[in-house]
């Protein structure tokens, strides 16, 4: 193993292992310090809102899985945030095959769409970006972080699409073995021993994955977290009873 070779490889194994820790201990920290822990003194009536728990349910899972209350908005953007994180999942989905084996039929049908799928991500990317510079309300209140985001899943995006054309495309077995080996219990222990896994040399996958961990990396400090914060809002998981069920303030009983 060259120098360079063991310096590239020592790059690669770190960032996935600091990327993945820092989403972890991260997302951790911000569920359960800043949601989980943050007081909810009052009940808050809500009209029109379920009175039971199986309507709460009901009603936050059509904000999830079909963004029952941002189709009440813009219609664009309705549809075109609807199909960015429909997509996305389902690229997130296939990537699993590189990480269980034996893959599932599943996760292998994805594969012949994929280009498909990654162009349609890509699209819908490229018109939320348009959106926030030309509508003037939300240009307003877009700060640089949030195009960082978008540019970011952009580059993941067209990294990816990259790799699929034969000129870029890295060895898949190779890259199935890197992905295996860095997920090996002994695995960090190896790399602290000077002995890590072998990475790919393939420069676009380099910047695709490099792009990933730092996605990774910022998750729980960006807007990104609205994917777990929305299960925490109260006026999304409360229930509609103030009058049936006594609210105890929870400061009364510390």
């Not at 890259?175 to 190896?190: G, K, Q, T």
Request: hydrophobic share 50%; aromatic share 14%; with cysteine.
């Amino acid at each position: 193993m060259t120098g360079i070779t063991f310096i590239v490889n020592m790059y690669m194994n770190a960032i996935v292992y600091v990327g993945c820790a820092v989403f972890a201990l991260g997302f951790i920290y911000k569920v359960y310090c800043e949601y989980y822990k943050t007081p909810q003194p009052l009940k808050i009536p809500q009209t029109p809102q379920s009175t039971n728990l199986s309507g709460v349910i009901m009603r936050m899972a059509g904000d999830v899985l079909f963004f029952r209350s941002l189709s009440k908005g813009t219609t664009f953007l309705f549809i075109t945030g609807w199909i960015f994180h429909f997509t996305f999942l389902l690229m997130i989905v296939r990537h699993l095959r590189y990480f269980i084996h034996p893959v599932p039929e599943l996760i292998t049908a994805l594969g012949g769409a994929a280009m498909l799928l990654a162009g349609v991500l890509l699209v819908s990317l490229i018109l939320l970006v348009i959106r926030r510079v030309l509508d003037e309300r939300t240009a307003y209140v877009t700060s640089f972080a949030d195009y960082l985001v978008l540019l970011v899943i952009i580059g993941i995006v067209f990294t990816g699409m990259l790799m699929r054309s034969e000129v870029y495309r890295p060895d898949i077995i190779a890259v199935n073995r890197f992905v295996l080996e860095l997920f090996d219990i002994r695995a960090p222990l190896h790399m602290l021993g000077m002995h890590p896994a072998v990475a790919p040399g393939n420069v676009v996958f380099m910047c695709h994955l490099s792009l990933v961990c730092f996605l990774l990396m910022y998750f729980p400090f960006s807007k990104l977290m609205h994917s777990a914060g929305y299960f925490f809002s109260p006026t999304r998981n409360m229930v509609n009873n103030p009058r049936d069920v006594r609210h105890v303030n929870p400061w009364d009983n510390s």
